[in-house]
């Protein structure tokens, strides 16, 4: 069982800077992957970005390439959202989420176990 805590969301001018946190707790068992995805309103839930916990190369949207950056501390058992030059666009409310068992992190949000509450990011114009 993985119980995932995000903080980290809050409102921001469009240009700035946000980091997210998923502080994840419970088993560490082999081919773990983290994600984080998005839902605005009236929307589905997207994928944002994706890391294996063993390290290797993050996967990005296209539309977060460049401005996002995802990273994981093992000693803190935290995963991170670095947000950059955020745009209106990205508003909304951020999920992180885990999987078991993979060799790559998985884009599909049907391929993750567990999820976090989400943390909520509004960003004005």
């Known amino acids: 069982q993985v119980q995932l805590v995000e903080s980290g969301g809050g409102l921001v001018q469009a240009g700035g800077s946000l980091r997210l946190s998923c502080a994840r707790s419970g088993r560490l068992f082999s081919g773990l992957a983290m994600g984080w995805f998005r839902q605005a309103p009236e929307k589905e839930r997207e994928f944002a970005a994706a890391?294996?916990?063993?390290?290797?190369?993050?996967f990005y949207a296209d539309s977060v390439k460049g401005r996002f950056t995802i990273s994981r501390d093992g000693a803190k058992n935290t995963v991170y959202l670095q947000m950059n030059s955020l745009k209106p666009e990205d508003t909304a409310v951020y999920y992180c989420a885990a999987v078991y068992g993979r060799l790559s992190p998985p884009r599909s949000r049907e391929a993750y176990d567990y999820w976090g509450q989400g943390t909520q990011v509004t960003v004005s114009s």
């Open positions: 890391i294996m916990w063993s390290g290797g190369t993050p």
